[in-house]
């Protein structure tokens, strides 16, 4: 396929520039201005033209949990949203704990995915924090990443030999952290709140504990160590600390704790049930300054999609999580770029630039790079309206928050998975009259 983008406006690591991109073959094969080249010619006047956004952190399911997601809905969201790159995590029905299952997974992706799909492996067989599972397999197998997410492993012996093994093999280990002999089984945030709603809250000592630990142990080790949907100002604070002596540490937060507080959690509201709980306001004022300085190195979705049923149900018995693949970009840019609380190239670093770098894929949008691509429209508008959710899971407590920023085409390796909002086979078949 040849593809000619003309008069976008370009921002990836170099900076910021108008003009044209030719892609061949799946790669960027020219970027310049006047551009008059072989195959499809779109004009993107007025749109913004960006480094395929990566999500390093969720859930799509398969195998085993197809009810809830699968690989075809869970790309196919990411594709709407502007993903080009997913990170899938381990924790499905049987666990990703060895190749054959991560082989499993790549070729899911490839017979059925939207998108590329990276498996994470778990750390331990099973998720049980019990045996090291094989990680150097695993990692030949193409598993970017390794862990245990929900559960975070609490035995600090077996947690200090994965990351002495994954050192050795500079191998990267993602941290859910949570010490839940401090969290005491709590499914809401501990305060005032919960002790009015009468339900068992989870400290955030809990959080901040497990990140101390694995921060020493990463110092101890040398291993790479990225810790996932952080949630607290003691986290950033710890975080903050590690890297000014060199720590290999890194680490991303989810929009729900950016921009939700655990007041949405009254009236018993278990779409707002997620893992780590929604905070204070002074927490996500605290992430939000985090992400500012540095600190904090990307945002991660943890789309986590559930059964409209398993949601109607007691708090107490809610699964946790919250979908939000095809509306993170759009919510953040309205809520945050929109809003003047962070510049749109920050956006781009924390959603395409930042978590590139940490699973070793940077991507610049130059001659010879992969053509992963994603088009945005600035003057773009919408609602967060989940009936209209390409993903099995509509769970999300975000339901007419406003969006802007909307992504209106996603290129991957030189293909349009969406266009205008529709993702699907052969739209660059037919000219594209319109984008946006």
């Given at each position: 396929?040849?593809?000619?983008?003309?008069?976008?406006?370009?921002?990836?690591?170099?900076?910021?520039?108008?003009?044209?991109?030719w892609?061949?073959?799946?790669?960027?094969?020219e970027?310049?201005?006047?551009l008059?080249?072989?195959?499809?010619?779109?004009?993107?006047?007025?749109?913004?033209?960006?480094?395929g956004?990566?999500?390093?952190?969720?859930?799509?399911?398969?195998?085993?949990?197809?009810g809830?997601?699968?690989?075809?809905?869970g790309?196919?969201?990411?594709?709407?949203g502007g993903?080009?790159?997913?990170?899938?995590?381990?924790?499905?029905?049987?666990a990703?704990?060895t190749?054959?299952?991560?082989?499993?997974?790549?070729?899911?992706?490839?017979?059925?995915?939207?998108?590329?799909?990276?498996?994470?492996?778990?750390i331990?067989?099973?998720?049980?924090?019990?045996?090291?599972a094989?990680?150097?397999?695993?990692?030949?197998?193409?598993?970017?990443?390794?862990?245990?997410?929900?559960?975070?492993?609490?035995?600090?012996?077996?947690?200090?030999?994965?990351?002495k093994y994954?050192?050795?093999?500079?191998?990267?280990?993602?941290?859910?952290?949570e010490?839940?002999?401090?969290s005491?089984?709590?499914?809401?945030?501990?305060g005032?709140?919960?002790?009015?709603?009468?339900?068992k809250?989870?400290?955030?000592?809990?959080?901040?504990?497990?990140?101390?630990?694995?921060?020493i142990?990463?110092e101890?080790?040398?291993?790479?160590?990225h810790?996932?949907?952080?949630?607290t100002?003691?986290?950033?604070?710890?975080?903050?600390?590690?890297?000014?002596?060199?720590?290999?540490?890194?680490a991303?937060?989810?929009?729900?704790?950016l921009?939700l507080?655990?007041?949405?959690?009254?009236?018993?509201n278990?779409?707002?049930?997620?893992?780590p709980?929604?905070?204070?306001?002074q927490?996500?004022?605290?992430?939000?300054?985090?992400?500012?300085d540095?600190?904090?190195?990307?945002?991660?979705?943890?789309h986590?999609?559930?059964?409209?049923?398993?949601?109607r149900t007691?708090?107490?018995a809610?699964p946790?999580?919250?979908?939000?693949?095809?509306?993170?970009?759009?919510?953040?840019?309205?809520?945050?770029v929109?809003?003047?609380?962070?510049?749109?190239?920050?956006?781009v670093?924390?959603?395409?630039?930042?978590?590139?770098?940490?699973?070793?894929?940077?991507?610049?949008?130059?001659?010879?790079?992969r053509?992963?691509?994603t088009?945005?429209?600035?003057?773009?508008?919408?609602?967060?309206n989940?009936a209209e959710f390409?993903?099995?899971g509509?769970?999300?407590?975000?339901?007419g928050?406003?969006?802007?920023?909307?992504?209106?085409?996603?290129?991957?390796?030189?293909?349009?998975?969406?266009?205008?909002?529709?993702v699907?086979?052969?739209?660059?078949?037919?000219?594209?009259?319109?984008?946006?």
């Amino acid at each position: 396929m040849e593809l000619l983008l003309k008069n976008g406006y370009i921002i990836d690591a170099k900076g910021e520039s108008y003009g044209d991109i030719w892609i061949r073959d799946g790669n960027i094969a020219e970027v310049g201005k006047d551009l008059i080249r072989p195959g499809q010619s779109v004009n993107l006047a007025g749109k913004v033209v960006l480094p395929g956004l990566v999500d390093l952190h969720a859930h799509l399911r398969e195998p085993g949990q197809e009810g809830k997601e699968t690989i075809a809905t869970g790309t196919a969201a990411a594709a709407r949203g502007g993903f080009t790159t997913v990170c899938a995590m381990a924790n499905t029905s049987p666990a990703i704990d060895t190749p054959l299952l991560v082989d499993l997974v790549k070729l899911k992706a490839r017979e059925q995915g939207w998108v590329e799909v990276l498996p994470v492996g778990a750390i331990t067989k099973g998720l049980k924090g019990e045996e090291i599972a094989e990680l150097g397999l695993m990692h030949q197998a193409g598993a970017v990443g390794f862990s245990d997410d929900g559960n975070w492993v609490q035995n600090s012996r077996i947690a200090h030999n994965a990351m002495k093994y994954a050192a050795q093999w500079d191998l990267l280990l993602i941290s859910h952290p949570e010490d839940l002999s401090l969290s005491a089984d709590g499914v809401m945030n501990a305060g005032s709140l919960a002790d009015k709603l009468s339900l068992k809250g989870a400290d955030a000592v809990a959080e901040v504990a497990a990140v101390e630990r694995d921060i020493i142990l990463a110092e101890a080790t040398g291993c790479r160590l990225h810790l996932t949907h952080i949630s607290t100002a003691g986290s950033v604070a710890a975080l903050r600390r590690a890297k000014a002596r060199g720590v290999r540490v890194t680490a991303d937060v989810t929009p729900h704790h950016l921009l939700l507080t655990e007041e949405l959690c009254a009236g018993y509201n278990t779409l707002a049930k997620v893992n780590p709980p929604l905070r204070r306001k002074q927490d996500c004022e605290a992430l939000l300054e985090g992400l500012l300085d540095g600190t904090i190195d990307a945002i991660a979705t943890d789309h986590a999609p559930h059964r409209e049923a398993e949601k109607r149900t007691t708090f107490d018995a809610a699964p946790a999580g919250i979908s939000s693949l095809e509306i993170a970009w759009p919510l953040l840019y309205a809520h945050l770029v929109e809003a003047g609380h962070m510049p749109l190239a920050t956006l781009v670093e924390k959603m395409a630039t930042g978590p590139r770098r940490i699973i070793g894929r940077d991507l610049t949008l130059a001659p010879g790079e992969r053509a992963d691509i994603t088009v945005i429209d600035p003057t773009s508008r919408g609602v967060v309206n989940p009936a209209e959710f390409i993903s099995k899971g509509r769970n999300t407590p975000l339901a007419g928050w406003k969006l802007a920023g909307l992504p209106v085409m996603t290129i991957v390796q030189g293909e349009i998975a969406m266009l205008n909002g529709k993702v699907g086979a052969g739209l660059a078949a037919q000219p594209v009259a319109q984008v946006g």
